[in-house]
């Protein structure tokens, strides 16, 4: 069996002693947070209900203040709401509110799904990219009383993307990177694909998350190994829980002399811990996420977190008959399929062409 494994202590070893402090205060935070939410469960009169929301969102606030004095001073962990202007934050929090929420199904679940990767890139490279612009010249349907054009300044991104490479850690996470790569190619003056890696990763999850192993099977992996130094390598993925599948990948890729130019992780939701393995584990990584949630639980589930996000987008594999990356694809069906259509076909010759 070719597979690597990474254990959850190699992962806690990172981290440092302030670290863990750190860790163990936001926990009793968030306990105190849980006791609020306890709390509101239990009130029926409309005015207890009223005081308890409202001690809930006093706890809420708390809890954001102090993560965001934490990342003050992790300059490798970007936080969308810690970052931009407060004009853009309410964008930002109905996009999470809506992807908590159980009630929202698997359409509405990609549609803002699609929508967090389009403000995440607009704040990893369109915004880094300012004030450079380049400008946009488009053939328009109207022709009279002549043929007219429209011109459009936008960022000036192709320094930023043209060497990359979506490196996807799979299931949950190759329709995100499917999003991001095609928000590249539409961003660049050439319509530059990016390059994909796919990896087959998964966290054992029959343990819990103090000692949880991260497996890397290379012989259900896809991807070319001296294609991948010197690039910057893009992971998408929508939650980052524990950090460990990327660190395991990582790790992996510079065991074996591979030197990426940088790693960027770009999630929808990322714990703090998780960010934090990440910034010690992986020298010079970079975490970019749209929200920080404060606390895993024993399964290494994110709090208040949003369920298993790639179950949310995928639909569940029967577990006597999981999909292949193909038949994953296959049943996107043909409206993702065609939108998404030269990640497709790049993903289809990684694959085919291995």
Known sequence: ???????????????????KETLAH??????????????????????????????????????????????????NIHVYSFETPREQHAQASRLIAKLRNPAT??????????????????????DAALPAKRSIITRTPVDQPQQNYAVHRIPDVD??????????MLRGALLPSMILSKEIQEYSSDGFVTPFALFKIKRDDSKKEANMDYILDLDKSYFNLEGLDGKDLIFADPMNATGGSLVTIV?????????????????????L???LRIARAIEGAEVYTLWMDPVLNEAA????????????LNGKDREENPRNIIQLIADYGSAITN???SQVREIEKTVLER
């Open 339 to 341: 939108l998404y259509r």
């Open 301 to 312: 589930y994110i709090l208040p977190g949003l369920g298993d996000a790639g179950d949310r």
């Open 105 to 126: 199904g698997h359409e509405e679940f990609l549609y803002y799904i699609q929508r967090a990767y389009e403000l995440l890139f607009g704040h990893v490279y369109a």
């Open 26 to 75: 936001v926990d009793a935070m968030y306990k105190e947070y849980l006791s609020h939410c306890q709390n509101l469960e239990a009130q029926n009169d409309p005015a207890a209900r009223l005081e308890a929301q409202q001690a809930l969102s006093d706890s809420a606030g708390e809890i954001g203040r102090h993560l965001k004095t934490i990342m003050a001073d992790e300059p």
């Open 273 to 275: 811990k998780g960010s």
């Open 1 to 19: 069996m070719n597979k690597i494994i990474l254990h959850a202590t190699d992962l806690d070893g990172y981290l440092k002693d302030s670290d």
């Open 159 to 168: 320094s930023q993307i043209h060497n990359s490479v979506m490196c996807v």
């Open 251 to 271: 790790k992996y890729l510079k065991d074996n002399g591979i030197k990426p130019k940088s790693v960027k992780f770009i999630n929808v939701i990322s714990a």
